[in-house]
């Protein structure tokens, strides 16, 4: 489609050819549209379509959260006026982006596995909150077996023994060599 | 001389016996990172970035930088060895190093991405001395309207020589300035997006976001591969290179830095364009560009170089403008911040010793990694065979703690999850994360400088196009945006043109 778009913008110098070519395009465009239409609806560019929409909503955030703060002016902004100028700047090229990926064509969206996102991310976060209650050792051990589950490889004895040796060493560079502020045992003990 | 007096502080100050030992830990750890796919130098800047608060400002940059640096030597030994790219910046190495270990020439390969790569750490540590205080008192000059411009200017630089879709990394600079904001206002004391978590009032970690959106995105997309990665050469026999591979290499190498140094100054620029940008020199250069991808020496000599080159000279506008120009340069701001430095022109008058002993480290960096690289090859190439089940929890762990430490609390750690989930998204939908980076490094600077031009202006927003500083910059950022937008013109029509015939 955007082939077909910047042809006939680039035809406009050669008035002769702008008349053969404006049908030739329109077949051609029409052809593509059919064969856009039975894969996928309207959207042809799925990847830029849902970025275009991420970044609308960051922007339409921005303005909404954004509207308690006093905007000032020009010459004195206050804490409002930078964030409302990225919130609108956000909206202008999240819809640009929205509505160029209904015209130009692009892969479909990639699949998503969720078990290596799910069990990495909420693995580390679990990590973080019971390092102080649990201590080095305790909280080391887990995130170390509850991690290696994300990958299709995994072996329980194998991430229990990583999960050991790996305990060692963080009380050693951790607690010992670089003296943070973390508890090796769990609290009570 | 004045530089040579600058220098000899410089080399004063990097080897004490404790800035040694950060250069060779920063360098091993490079090589680490940089020899093992799947994490690279931002993560792990990342990653230790909270573990220097204890150090001396001067120890923590220099252990820092060395990781960067060294990463461009360690990732040349997987791409050669296992034709899969250690780091971003070595990728191209795959092709005619790769060809070379096939061939039996590894160690040639190795040996000559090594000193390759030493030579062109040479040449742009002396170039970045040189060009710094010519810089840094230009930078003096600069206005906030001055300083407004620059950014624009560094950052529509920075999407333009990227690759990817222009509209896509603008959206992400902009998300990236808005998340940089987040906070206490400093000019009101409004507490700006923080949704009253008490945490957020001291705004966003860059520890957090960098870590998210590539360390933990970078393992969640490794993990969703499951192809198996083989070594080409288990053993490497025969380091040296033949006489006449090395008169191949050797003018190849010398473009290589000469190139990779001028790309390592532009906005956008560093290690991983400057080695393409070599490549594509090299095979048009050569007379028989038939051998490349087939194992061209020059092929390995010219990136290598190139990388290294552009790794050092992007350091000099961070030092001498406060600006960065990568992700891995808006950490060092993040470093140079935690220990209350303000990165800008100020930085060499104010604190030589801390920016000679930087810059005289890289060249003691790039001497130890060549002791590093070429002796304990075997070394590396072990560590390659570590299967990434066991690599991964690891990082995982090392990330963990190293977030946690920075405010003992379990929020930062929670915070980078959160940043990880949308790193993932960001991969799908194919988002480059580093604009985004830049822009959450420079947002509230930008937003500073913008309130005084205006207010100096008393509102008027021409200052910015009076003031010919200022103008020429936006010009030049004008410029770079036409120069994008009008191939990429020529390029759909021309396919219209194809089509009809």
Redesign the interface.
Known sequence: M???Y??A??ADRDPAKTVR?AS??DG?CRRDRVNAEKTMAFIRHP??F??GL??IS?GIA?IV??SN??LG???????G???RI??I??IG??S??SL?ALRLNGPP??G??WR??VI??????L???I??YAG?VAS?IF??VA??A??????FR??LV??VV?AAL?VGV?VVG?????PIWPAGL | MDLLNHLAVGFGVATQGINLLYALIGAMLGTLIGVLPGIGPVATIAMLLPTTYALQPVSALIMLAGIYYGAQYGGSTTSILLNMPGETSSAVTCLDGYQMARKGQAGAALAIAALGSFFAGTISTVMVATVAIPLSELALKFGPAEYFSLMILGLIGAVVLAHGSLLKAIAMIVLGLLLGIVGTDVNSGVARFSFGIPELTDGIGVVSVAMGLFGFAEIISNLEVTEKRELVTSKVRGLWPTKAQFGLAWPAALRGTALGSVLGLLPGGGAMLASFASYALEKKVSKDPSQFGKGAIQGVAGPESANNAGAQTSFIPLLTLGIPENAVMALMVGAMTIHNIQPGPQVMTSNPTLFWGLIASMWVGNLMLVVLNLPLIGMWIKLLQVPYRLLYPAILLFCGIGVYSINNTSFDVSQTAVFGLLGVAFMKLECEPAPLLLGFVLGPMMEENLRRAMLLSRGDPTVFVTRPLSATMLAMAALLLLLIIAPAFRKTRDQAFAEEE
């Open positions: 955007r082939g077909c910047s042809y913008r680039g070519s030739d395009d051609a990847k830029d849902f970025a991420l970044f960051f921005a959260v954004g703060y006093t002016t020009a010459a004195r902004m206050g804490p006026y930078f964030p990225l919130g700047l956000l090229l999240g640009a982006l160029r969206l990639p998503w596995k290596p996102v990495v991310l909420c693995s580390v976060a990590f973080g909150m390092v102080n080095v080391t995130l170390i991690s290696s994300a990958s299709h490889e995994f072996r194998e991430s990583a999960g790996l963080a951790f670089l003296k943070l502020q973390l």
